[in-house]
């Protein structure tokens, strides 16, 4: 394999879409971190959003499909360090969400040391994806995933997601 192929198999990797928003690809997302020639086969390296994340399996499972439909021989590995952080998804990304109806994430915050836990609601600045209005109220600190929070504008009325900062 040379270069060529490499960069053939990341753009492959690079179109799979995340399975929790598929509005979203990996490179999009900012899960997918590198693909490399390992012998016959390319080895794709992807780090998880969260630990435990559900959609890991089937994000794994769609890029070994994708890449073996592309005539790749492929394997996947995780990679936990340095953590994900929602500062790495993409500006087409965050367009992406806000289109389809999803507030993005802010800056994520800032930690050395030991974090503090809170049993208070996170205090967010957010605009609903829908008026823009920054006059929202949080619903649910918990959506229909983990990385998300239910939020309800108080100008248009309409319910929204919210992706979470980490």
């Given at each position: 394999?040379?270069?060529?192929?490499?960069?053939?198999?990341?753009?492959?990797?690079?179109?799979?879409?995340?399975?929790?928003?598929?509005?979203?690809?990996?490179?999009?997302?900012?899960?997918?971190?590198?693909?490399q020639?390992?012998?016959e086969?390319?080895?794709?390296?992807?780090?998880?959003?969260?630990?435990?994340?559900?959609?890991?399996?089937?994000?794994?499972?769609?890029?070994?499909?994708?890449?073996?439909?592309?005539?790749?021989?492929?394997?996947?590995?995780?990679?936990?360090?340095?953590?994900?952080?929602?500062?790495?998804?993409?500006?087409?990304?965050?367009?992406?969400?806000?289109?389809?109806?999803?507030?993005?994430?802010?800056?994520?915050?800032?930690?050395?040391?030991?974090?503090?836990?809170?049993?208070?609601?996170?205090?967010?600045?957010?605009?609903?994806?829908?008026?823009?209005?920054?006059?929202?109220?949080?619903t649910?600190?918990?959506?229909?995933?983990?990385?998300?929070?239910?939020?309800?504008?108080?100008?248009?009325?309409?319910?929204?997601?919210?992706?979470?900062?980490?």
């Amino acid at each position: 394999m040379n270069g060529t192929v490499v960069s053939t198999a990341y753009a492959v990797a690079a179109s799979v879409t995340d399975p929790e928003m598929p509005m979203l690809t990996l490179e999009d997302l900012g899960v997918l971190r590198e693909v490399q020639q390992d012998g016959e086969q390319v080895t794709v390296t992807i780090t998880p959003t969260y630990s435990g994340c559900p959609a890991m399996a089937t994000m794994r499972d769609d890029l070994v499909r994708r890449l073996t439909e592309a005539g790749f021989a492929a394997e996947v590995k995780v990679c936990l360090t340095p953590a994900w952080s929602s500062d790495w998804i993409t500006d087409r990304g965050r367009q992406a969400l806000r289109e389809a109806g999803l507030s993005p994430p802010g800056p994520a915050p800032q930690r050395d040391g030991p974090v503090t836990l809170s049993l208070a609601p996170t205090r967010r600045e957010i605009a609903c994806p829908r008026c823009h209005s920054t006059s929202v109220e949080l619903t649910s600190e918990f959506g229909a995933t983990a990385c998300k929070a239910l939020y309800r504008c108080a100008t248009c009325l309409e319910p929204f997601e919210h992706v979470k900062e980490i």
